[in-house]
């Protein structure tokens, strides 16, 4: 199993992204989808989760801004950045908790992180 992160990028204040997480695999299920965030100098921190109910959760700094989605028959979740400000500089990572073919196991994965930089 593996997840690839992708969409990060330079931009501007009040500027938009979207980062994709693609999970690959022998998947039985997805059961949890979340996005976390490591700034310079700082703890990786939970930036914001989808269960496999349609519940989400969401940092406090990123509610109403951040929006956690997902393509089920895709294996691919998202995460949508708009009005993006300069504390959101960060490395991206996705975390995924699932079920693999033939295994009753919950299991913990993590993509590679991707770039996100807000600057003018």
């Known amino acids: 199993v593996q997840l690839q992160a992708s969409g990060g990028g330079l931009v501007q204040p009040g500027g938009s992204l979207r980062l994709s997480c693609a999970v690959s695999?022998?998947?039985?299920?997805?059961?949890?989808m979340g996005w976390y965030r490591q700034a310079p100098g700082k703890q990786r921190e939970l930036v914001a989760v989808?269960?496999?109910?349609?519940?989400?959760n969401y940092a406090d700094s990123v509610k109403g801004r951040f929006t956690i989605s997902r393509d089920s028959a895709k294996n691919t979740f998202y995460l949508r950045m708009n009005s993006l400000k300069f504390e959101d500089t960060a490395v991206y990572y996705c975390?995924?908790?699932?079920?693999?073919?033939?295994?009753?196991?919950?299991?913990?994965?993590w993509g590679q992180g991707t770039v996100v930089t807000v600057s003018s």
């Open positions: 695999g022998s998947i039985r299920l997805i059961d949890r």
């Open positions: 989808l269960t496999s109910g349609g519940s989400t």
């Open positions: 975390n995924s908790h699932l079920y693999r073919m033939g295994s009753p196991d919950r299991l913990n994965y």
